[in-house]
């Protein structure tokens, strides 16, 4: 079955305390990236990745990073996060015209 | 201008009505197309997708795609309650970097 795992589903967090949003796909897809959803604002991609050792920024980079060293895992790394980083996000992982989601992680800062 | 518009609605209908859900387009190299529904705090999961012009019928969903209009259309047939969700479109030229709309919140009324 095709799945994209993401961890932790529910963070609460203080500002500043480094975080780690793992995510894991099973389809050996090339591509993913991560999105945040925001009410009114839609789904926003953060960061992409081609491939292994492949990122690039997406349309809201700033604050986070990425990396891929597996072709199957691409976790989201908040260095210093800060309160207007609360928002769902989600990792998606894409390939032959189809991209799937996984469960999303609802993060909070406060 | 955004890449793919989408009314946000919210969109209220009976039960048993065809819903008409709409997105359009400004790229036109795009050729890749997609229709997702989101139950609220649950990811997106895809419903449908097409490639470059034309009808794909599953059960009661029918996307539809204009190329020369930049048009997306996703048609529901008799629909139920459980249908209550935001339906997002999303495109792209590759079917790796998808581009979403911001989603249709429909709600559907026994």
């Known amino acids: 079955e095709a799945q994209v795992t993401q961890n932790p589903r529910y963070l609460i967090t203080v500002t500043g305390k480094k975080l780690t949003v793992t995510c894991s796909q099973n389809?050996?897809?090339?591509?993913m990236s991560w999105y945040r959803q925001d009410p009114g604002l839609g789904l926003r991609q953060i960061y992409y990745?081609?491939?292994?050792?492949?990122?690039d920024k997406g349309d809201v980079p700033e604050g986070y990073k990425v990396s891929r060293k597996e072709k199957r895992n691409f976790p989201l790394i908040l260095e210093s996060p800060s309160p207007n980083q609360t928002s769902l996000y989600f990792c998606?992982?894409?390939?032959?015209?189809?991209?799937?989601f996984g469960q999303g992680t609802r993060l909070t800062v406060v | 201008q955004k890449e793919v518009e989408q009314d946000p609605g919210p969109l209220s209908v009976p039960e048993g009505a065809i819903v008409s859900l709409n997105c359009t387009y400004s790229?036109?190299?795009?050729?890749?197309f997609m229709w997702y529904r989101q139950y609220s705090r649950k990811g997106p999961e895809l419903l449908m997708y097409?490639?470059?012009?034309g009808n794909k019928e599953d059960g009661r969903f029918t996307a539809q795609v204009d190329k020369s209009s930049k048009y997306i259309s996703l048609f529901i047939r008799d629909s139920q309650p459980s249908d209550s969700a935001t339906y997002l479109c999303?495109?792209?030229?590759?079917?790796?970097?998808?581009?979403f709309g911001p989603g249709t919140r429909l709600s559907v009324l026994p």
């Open positions: 999303a495109s792209d030229n590759y079917g790796q970097n998808f581009v």
């Open positions: 998606a992982s894409s390939g032959q015209g189809e991209a799937f």
């Open positions: 389809m050996n897809h090339e591509y």
């Open positions: 097409t490639y470059s012009s």
């Open positions: 790229n036109s190299a795009f050729q890749y």
């Open positions: 990745s081609m491939n292994v050792e492949v990122t």
